[in-house]
């Protein structure tokens, strides 16, 4: 079984055990790693930016909803940038890879975005899923 990343800060009280040690589980204060993998997926209707560690677990995600840009504007290469800016600056990351998925506008801002926050980058992989001739056209109409 994977060993657990520790958190900090906290909000919510869990008692474990006998024990009175409480424990806060805040959205942004995000558990903190030095190397990783950021996933930036960018569609035509929104960018989410995922941060997960070597081994592929979620660490924390950004989006361009969550950092309050709505309808269209989320599909923005503004708002690409401003998701990923957030999700980097929360984890504090010193070197990834990054793995682009997509074909939205928020793809390339949020690349600019990542080189630029001082972060290592190792690689840069476009794993964007292609069709090996894809699905079957629908039926030609006969007049």
Known sequence: MAKAIPKIGSRKKVRIGLRRNA???????????????????????????????????????????????????????YAGQRTAVDAIRTVGLQRAEVMVKGAGSGRDAALRAIAKSGVRLSCIRDVTPMPHNGCRPPKKIRL
């Open 23 to 77: 424990r806060f589980s805040l959205r942004k204060s995000a558990r903190r790693i030095t190397k990783g993998v950021i996933h930036v997926q960018a569609s035509f209707n929104n960018t989410i930016i995922t941060v997960t560690d070597p081994q592929g677990r979620v660490v924390f995600w950004s989006s361009a909803g969550t950092c309050g840009f709505k309808s269209s504007r989320k599909a923005s290469p």
